[in-house]
Structure formats: structure tokens, C-alpha cells
């Protein structure tokens, strides 16, 4: 009982996070749904017994994920908006809402049939999901895909600093004048040179 | 343990990869920075040192994968220790052979192109070996596993090759082109996967492959359209990585926005390395009679695409004014032919899988030389890629538009030369396999395709440049030149003694 509880609520945060993160117009306000959303199936995943996933899901999606999204939103200003009245706009939401409509009346309908029978799974073995079983099957059973991936994290890196850095030479910082020499009109001769030569009023 | 001979192949691409980034990152860099500037790339100035090395480790890695072939996969025992997440057998080194092949022509044309065009960076030569060990895996992968981390090293280190032109807007647009839909792909390939394991309770191939056997039985519990869906996602995102109409909408853009020397590892390395995964989960998990049957597998599906991906292609490459764009095309095209080798694959396995084995072999070392005779072609500022830019490079540089013609012809699937062995097998296979219907839509499709190959040598040869207009001279680059003049012998030597491949890759089916 209290554990069909605890279902109930946290896919009521999950559905309501979902629902919250398409239907807002302000950028900021979807992404907190989009994190609802996360705690939500996190704590969906405890309760199928995959501790480690949870964990996960809350360290990379809440954590790293979604702070990103607010990231991005508060430096392009928390106001900012796409055009969502326009006609494309209009276009690409009906037929998003059409084709949740579809699969979810067809989902009803199956329901209401009697729909197809669901598979029991046994229960999960005490420790299965936690972190030692998870760490146990990485570094036995899955060390080729493991260490495979080292590769992948590498290419990762270097690829993100050759696009990063685009030239191989560029200009310096400026440094060494104290801040306030650039407000004190040219520093060098050579730069007032021109701008008398144009006539400044005398 | 014996299990660093075997292994060698990605050993070796694998450190190489590393200590090539180290001396990179640890090196002098050689160009001088103008007043007020400073160099941030230590590797700045020194692509032709680096190219060299790259391609030596690549070529290393060719010679190893031939050589653990030579010894055969029986003779190493230990590698069953790898199964199911790798699987060594003939095939995969056989792939390894060409991927390094294809790795090692990329580098060799990067050492001449980047300092040419002014994007001179170190970063693009590991990152070309990483793709290449990622390329690697993802052909041996027996674990869908595997399978992912395999692609996702390869697409993420050519995302970042083609993003390193960073001033040119259209090189980014192909980089994010190509990294937003290549995601997407990937995505729905491992969605897919999920749908597989959940219908069957396995990731490796071999345990889906036996569940999938089973359907139809009555103790059967597999869900049938689960299987199919997740084959279906399979299959779209493959499709995405070989280019198949209609999952190619990226491909004309990326291959022209790309650095040439990327475009050149896209064509080659990245569509043998899917072709090679493709044929291996088909086989492998989807190998039993009912799903290799016509009337309820997958084969009539690969024939529909490989036809719609021919003559798509083939209909618009004829139409490019870009020389580069219409090797883009003709890639797709090609596509398509190896889509036939695998349909064979449904009445006659063994000469089916080895005809797309040769077939992607003389593909790689035709289209890597057509790309490289591109590159040599242009130089500074004036990169040759339309037909225009051609014009007259007969008369004025024999040698290059020689080579050139040569690795056309190639394509075009002209004998003496690779290619018309390649196309010879392929349609042979489909024949063997009673798919007559395949194989005359294949040849004509040949022949439209010789119309916009011929079309490059006729401007060659027999135009002149528009007066006034400006001229593309060859850039002058050892490198280049090396990576042609072992093109063209392979070329020329496949197509002179084409029994020997064929040979290696029954052999690599027969275990003989």
C-alpha cells in the first residue's frame, strides 16, 4: 500500500513536471518542470530497486543537465523567447499535440479492451541495482565496453578543445597598462595623429 | 596470457593515438607569430611531422591486422576471452585492414591540405585515430554494448574534425549538421537496442540472434514486434551512418562544408566501419531463415533502400556543379551497390558477405584517391571543387589530372581497375542469389553514373578555362603525392590481380 503510495506520487511529479515544462511560455519555468520531471523518474528508479541509476539520474540530469538549461537561459536574459505565436510555431504544436493525442487514445482504447496482458518480472535479488553490484558487474563482466570507453572520453576532450580553441594563433589580453590609461584619450602619439589631421574643431 | 599479439591492431591505433597527442601538446610549435600575437597551439606548423606519424601507426595497424590474419584467429585461442563484447574473427580484421587503410590516406592528404588552407592544427591527427579506433570497434562489436561506445567514439572525433575550420560558416553548419542528426541516429539506435533487450533478455548478438530464432515456437515467450521495432530503429540509425536514401539529407552538406581531408575519412572509414557493423547484426541476430526470407525478413526492405538510394543519388550527382558535391553523391550511390552485396547475403551468405567485403575495400582506395587527386588539385585560396576549377588542369598538370582520371574510372567501375572488380562481385553475388531484377537496375545505375564521373575528365581534358576566369594550381605537398601514388598502386593492383582479395575475404568467412 504504501508503496503503491509512493509510485503514485512520484509519477503525479513526473507527469506534472512534464506537462508543466510544454506548456509554460517562460523558458525558466520549463526547465524547473524538466527537473520535476527528473526527481520524479529518480524516484521511480529507487523504487525498482536501481539505487545507482537514481543516483545518477539526480547527479547528471539534476545536477549537470538542467543547470546547464538554467545556465543558458539566464545569460540569454530569463525574458528571452522564440517567437511561439508564429505560424511555424503553430504548425509544429498542433502536430506535437495531435500526435500525443494518437498514442494516447490509442493507449486508452487498449486499456479499455482489456489491452494486452503485462509481463510479471520476478522480483530483483537482495542487491541487485546497488552500487557494489553495479561496480562488481562494470569491473568484471563489462571491462572491454569500460575500458573502450577511456577512448571515447579522450576523443571527447580533444575534440571539444580543437573546436574551442579555432585558431592557433591569436592576440593576447591586454595587460600591463593600469585601467584607467584607456580612458585617458590616445595613449600612443601615432593614434591622435590621424583624428587631427580630419579637422577637429580648434 | 598471449593476448598482446592478437590485439595488436588496437593496441597500436589506440597508443598511437596517445603519444601522437602528447607530442602534440608537448612539442615546439614551428610558426612565428606576428607582432602582438601569441601561438596557443603547440602543434601549429608541424602537420606534416604529425600526418607522418599518424599514417605511420595506421599503416602499422594494417600491417598487425593482416598479419593476425595471416595467423589466423584459431591460432589465438585467448580472444575468445574478449567474446561477446569483441569479436576477432576473419571479418573484423579484414575490416580492421581497410578502416586503418582509409585512416592512413586521411592523414597522409591532412598532412598536405591543413597547412594549405591555413587550418593548421594538431588536434585533427588524434582525434583521426581515435575515429579510427572507434571505426575498429564498432566493426568487431558482438554486444550492442559495445556497439554504441564504438560509434560514439568514432562520430564524436569526426564531429570535431569537421568543426575545425572554425572561421568558415559552412563548415560549422555541416558540423552541427552532422552532430544533430548523427545524435538523433544514435538515439534511435539505442532505443532500439533497449527494445531488443527487453523482447529477447540479451545485449550480445548472438543471444538476440537465438531468441530471435525462436519466434515462432510455441515456448517461444519473445514479443515478435518488439523484435521488429527494435530492428527497425537499428536499422534507420545505421542507415543514417552509411547514408542511405532517404536518412542522407546530411550528407551533401557535411561532405562540402567538411575540411577535404574529413570528407575523404566520412566517405571512407565511417561508412565501411557501419556497412561492416550492419552486416554483422543482420548475420548475426537476424541470420535465421525466417528473418532472411523474402517474404518475412528484412531483405526486401535493404533491396527497396539500396534501389531508392542508386537512383536517387545517381539523379542528382549528375546534376552538381560542385565536384566535391558530387563525389557526396556518388558516395550515397555507392551505398547503394553495397546494399545489393547485402541482400545477396539472404540465398548465398559466404559470397554475398565477401563481395561487399572486396567491394568496400576497392571503394575505400578509389574514393580516398578521388578525394586526394581533389586536394591536389587546389591550392591556397583557390581550393579546386567545381567543375569549372578543372578546367584545363589536363593540358597544364598531366600527372595530376592522370590520377585523377584513374580513380574516376575506378568508381565508374571501369576495367582494369578496382572498382569494376569491386561491382563485378556484387552483382555476381546478386545473381547467385536469383535477384535478377536487382542487379539490371544496378547496372544501369552504373551507367548514369558514368555520365557525371566521364563529365570531370571532359572538363580536364577538353575545356580551357573561361578567359579571365581564375586558375586552380596544384598545391605541391609530399604527402599528398605518397597518398596518391599508394592509391593508385592499389588500384591498379586490385584490378590486375583481383582473385587475391577475393580470396582473403572467403577465407576470412571459412576460417581456411
Not at chain 2, 16 to 32: K, Q
Not at chain 2, 150 to 170: C, F, K, Q
Not at chain 2, 243 to 255: E, K, N
Not at chain 2, 441 to 463: C, K, P
Request: proline share 6%.
Amino acid at each position: 500500500m504504501v508503496g503503491n503510495l509512493y509510485f503514485a506520487l512520484c509519477a503525479l511529479v513526473c507527469l506534472l513536471g512534464a506537462l508543466g515544462c510544454v506548456t509554460s511560455k517562460k523558458p525558466i519555468r520549463g526547465a524547473i518542470g524538466l527537473l520535476a520531471t527528473i526527481i520524479g523518474m529518480a524516484g521511480l528508479f529507487l523504487k525498482l530497486n536501481a539505487q545507482f541509476l537514481a543516483a545518477i539520474q539526480l547527479i547528471v540530469y539534476a545536477g549537470a543537465v538542467v543547470v546547464l538549461f538554467v545556465f543558458v537561459i539566464m545569460v540569454l536574459g530569463p525574458d528571452s523567447r522564440t517567437d511561439v505565436d508564429g505560424g511555424r510555431a503553430q504548425i509544429s504544436r498542433a502536430f506535437a499535440g495531435g500526435l500525443f493525442a494518437l498514442i494516447a487514445g490509442g493507449a486508452l482504447v487498449l486499456l479499455a479492451k482489456g489491452g494486452p496482458t503485462p509481463t510479471r518480472l520476478l522480483p530483483a535479488p537482495p542487491g541487485h541495482g546497488d552500487v557494489e553490484a553495479v561496480g562488481g558487474q562494470l569491473f568484471t563482466q563489462a571491462i572491454v565496453p569500460f575500458e573502450i570507453t577511456t577512448a571515447l572520453l579522450i576523443a571527447a576532450a580533444i575534440g571539444a578543445i580543437a573546436i574551442a580553441r579555432g585558431r592557433a594563433v591569436r592576440a593576447p589580453k591586454p595587460h600591463g597598462l593600469p585601467a584607467g590609461e584607456y580612458y585617458h584619450g590616445p595613449v600612443r602619439p601615432e593614434d591622435a595623429a590621424p583624428a587631427s589631421k580630419k579637422g577637429t574643431p580648434k | 596470457m598471449n593476448l598482446l599479439f592478437p590485439l595488436s591492431p588496437l593496441l597500436v591505433t589506440g597508443f598511437g593515438a596517445l603519444l601522437l597527442m602528447l607530442t602534440e601538446a608537448f612539442g615546439t610549435p614551428r610558426v612565428r607569430a606576428a607582432a602582438g600575437e601569441e601561438v596557443v597551439d603547440a602543434g601549429a606548423g608541424r602537420s606534416g611531422e604529425l600526418a607522418l606519424g599518424a599514417a605511420v601507426v595506421l599503416l602499422a595497424g594494417a600491417v598487425l591486422s593482416v598479419a593476425v590474419w595471416l595467423a589466423g584467429p584459431a591460432a589465438s585461442p585467448e580472444l575468445k576471452l574478449l567474446e561477446p563484447w569483441l569479436v576477432f574473427d576473419g571479418v573484423a580484421l579484414f575490416m580492421s585492414f581497410v578502416l586503418c587503410l582509409g585512416g592512413a590516406f586521411t592523414a597522409l592528404l591532412a598532412g598536405g591540405y591543413l597547412p594549405e588552407h591555413q587550418i593548421d592544427r594538431g588536434e585533427f591527427f588524434p582525434l583521426l585515430i581515435l575515429a579510427t579506433l572507434g571505426a575498429q570497434v564498432l566493426s568487431a562489436s558482438g554486444d550492442l554494448l559495445m556497439l554504441f561506445v564504438g560509434l560514439e567514439t568514432m562520430s564524436l572525433a569526426v564531429y570535431a574534425m569537421i568543426g575545425l575550420r572554425r572561421g568558415s560558416a559552412r563548415a560549422v553548419e555541416a558540423a552541427l549538421k552532422y552532430f544533430l542528426l548523427g545524435s538523433f541516429a544514435a538515439a534511435l539506435m539505442l532505443f532500439g537496442g533497449a527494445l531488443l533487450y527487453g523482447a529477447t533478455g540479451h545485449t550480445d548478438l548472438r543471444g538476440i540472434g537465438q531468441a530471435v530464432a525462436s519466434i515462432g515456437q510455441p515456448e517461444s515467450t519473445v514479443n515478435a514486434g518488439l523484435v521488429l521495432l527494435g530492428l527497425t530503429l537499428n536499422l534507420v540509425g545505421l542507415a543514417f551512418k552509411v547514408s542511405a536514401v532517404p536518412f542522407h539529407m546530411w550528407t551533401p552538406d557535411a561532405y562540402e562544408g567538411a575540411p577535404t581531408p574529413t570528407t575523404t575519412f566520412m566517405a571512407v572509414a565511417v561508412k565501411t566501419a557501419a556497412f561492416a557493423i550492419l552486416m554483422r547484426l543482420l548475420l548475426t541476430s537476424f541470420g535465421d531463415e525466417r528473418a532472411m526470407s523474402w517474404g518475412a525478413g528484412w531483405p526486401p526492405v535493404l533491396a527497396l533502400l539500396a534501389i531508392v538510394t542508386m537512383t536517387v543519388a545517381n539523379l542528382i550527382a549528375g546534376r552538381q556543379e560542385s565536384v566535391k558535391r558530387m563525389l557526396a553523391y556518388s558516395s550515397i550511390a555507392h551505398a547503394g551497390y553495397v546494399l545489393i552485396g547485402l541482400v545477396a547475403t539472404m540465398r548465398s551468405p559466404i559470397e554475398g558477405q565477401a563481395s561487399v567485403m572486396v567491394y568496400l575495400l576497392t571503394y575505400t582506395v578509389s574514393t580516398a584517391g578521388a578525394f586526394g587527386a581533389l586536394i591536389l588539385c587546389g591550392s591556397r585560396g583557390a581550393e579546386a571543387v567545381s567543375y569549372d576549377d578543372l578546367a584545363g588542369i589536363g593540358r597544364r598538370h598531366p600527372a595530376a589530372a592522370l590520377v585523377f582520371t584513374l580513380f574516376l574510372l575506378s568508381l565508374a567501375g571501369m576495367p582494369p581497375t578496382a572498382g569494376f572488380f569491386g561491382k563485378l562481385y556484387i552483382f555476381r553475388a546478386a545473381i547467385d542469389s536469383e535477384l535478377y531484377w536487382l542487379t539490371v537496375l544496378g547496372l544501369l545505375n552504373s551507367l548514369v553514373a558514368a555520365y557525371y564521373y566521364l563529365r570531370v575528365i571532359v572538363s580536364m581534358y577538353f575545356r580551357e578555362p573561361a578567359p579571365g576566369a581564375p586558375v586552380a594550381t596544384p598545391m605541391r605537398s609530399g604527402l599528398v603525392t605518397g597518398a596518391l601514388v599508394l592509391a593508385a598502386f592499389l588500384v591498379l593492383a586490385i584490378g590486375l590481380a583481383p582473385a587475391t582479395p577475393l580470396a582473403m575475404a572467403l577465407g576470412s568467412l571459412t576460417g581456411g
